[in-house]
Nanobody
Framework: QVQLVESGGGLVQAGGSLRLSCAVS????????LGWFRQAPGKERNVVAT????????YHADSVRGRFTISKDRAKNTLYLQMNSLKPEDSAVYYCAARDYTGSRDYTDPTSYNYWGQGTQVTVSS
């Protein structure tokens, strides 16, 4: 089992910044992919960014590329999402998720992730 606990959400004005954190614990997850997903009310859960726990492979969705940055601190077992130039449409519950490399090779598909955090609310006011 892998446990994921997000923190860092909140209310921010448009143009502002937030940094989300996700504490990762549990079984060995060195061969895992971790990701940030978000879900707004009435909408599907979509990928924001993904990163390999080992190595430097990252992916950022088009909607956030250039504004958000996913990163990790392996010494602290923590995943981060730095969010800059926030827009009202970025408002959503943000989830941290983890999966291994077996199964689907579509790492942007939320249904391929086995482990999820409880989510943290991000609200961007205009």
């Amino acid at each position: 089992q892998v446990q994921l606990v997000e923190s860092g959400g909140g209310l921010v004005q448009a143009g502002g910044s937030l940094r989300l954190s996700c504490a990762v614990s549990g079984r060995t997850f060195s061969h895992y992919i971790l990701g940030w997903f978000r879900q707004a009310p009435g909408k599907e859960r979509n990928v924001v960014a993904t990163i390999s726990w080992i190595g430097e492979n990252t992916y950022h969705a088009d909607s956030v590329r250039g504004r958000f940055t996913i990163s990790k601190d392996r010494a602290k077992n923590t995943l981060y999402l730095q969010m800059n130039s926030l827009k009202p449409e970025d408002s959503a519950v943000y989830y941290c998720a983890a999966r291994d490399y077996t199964g689907s090779r579509d790492y942007t598909d939320p249904t391929s992730y086995n482990y999820w955090g409880q989510g943290t609310q991000v609200t961007v006011s205009s």
